[in-house]
């Protein structure tokens, strides 16, 4: 199984500011993914990160807002830009190999957003 | 569109039984079970892949039902660890691998 190191854990920004969150991961994997989860709320999938190539954004998000990196098959980066208290919320990186493999997850960064 | 789970909330008593549904409007490729407990990341537990696949470990299984684009996730003689919020990740696009999660159904063993 695939081990993920997701950093920070947890921060407190202030409004108008960015904040970058890295996706490590133990072994190199297919697939890299960015969810949203809202207190109490099910996950909501940001994007798909690709490797070497723009990351796909779901319906309601944007690059500019929420740029993706991913320049290899361990390590990805999620940056919420120019944060309103609207954004927080705990984002979380998800990685797997495909079809019909387990898929993991980082254990989450919570951000808050004074 | 986000897949819909039923019940949203279910209360059990240690050694009862349960039944989460998740349906989607569209058509499924395959879903994901996870597990979530409060303050920590989703666990994945288990996925189904064809139509009509029913697939289980220990006392939790789960069914696919391709045609009426439903999966069922099945908790036998529960236990207080099964307690948490599970979710179902469903694939609905051939091209890409990504996964929409549930609504979410939240379950508590009480002893």
């Known amino acids: 199984s695939a081990v993920i190191s997701q950093k920070p854990s947890r921060d407190i920004c202030q409004r108008g500011t960015s904040l970058t969150i890295q996706c490590q991961v133990d072994s190199q994997v297919t697939m890299m993914f960015w969810y949203r989860q809202q207190p109490g709320q099910s996950l909501t999938l940001i994007a798909t990160a690709n490797q070497g190539s723009e990351a796909t954004y779901e319906s309601g998000f944007v690059i500019d807002k929420f740029p993706i990196s991913r320049p290899n098959l361990t390590f990805s980066t999620l940056t919420v830009s120019n944060m309103s208290p609207e954004d927080s919320s705990i984002y979380l990186c998800?990685?797997?190999?495909?079809?019909?493999?387990?898929?993991?997850f980082g254990q989450g960064t919570r951000l808050t957003v004074v | 569109q986000q897949p819909v789970q039923s019940p949203q909330a279910v209360i059990l008593r240690e050694g009862e039984d349960a039944v989460i549904n998740c349906s989607s409007s569209?058509?499924?490729?395959?879903v994901h079970w996870y597990r979530q407990k409060h303050g920590e990341a989703p666990v994945f537990l288990m996925i189904l892949l064809k139509g009509g696949e029913q697939k289980g470990h220990d006392k939790i299984s789960a069914s696919f039902n391709e045609k009426k684009q439903q999966s069922s996730l099945y908790l036998t003689a529960s236990q207080l660890s099964y307690s948490g919020t599970y979710f179902c990740g469903t694939r609905t696009t051939s091209g890409t691998y990504k996964y929409i999660f549930g609504t979410g159904t939240r379950l508590k063993v009480l002893a």
């Open positions: 569209k058509a499924l490729y395959s």
């Open positions: 998800s990685v797997g190999q495909g079809l019909g493999t387990e898929a993991f």
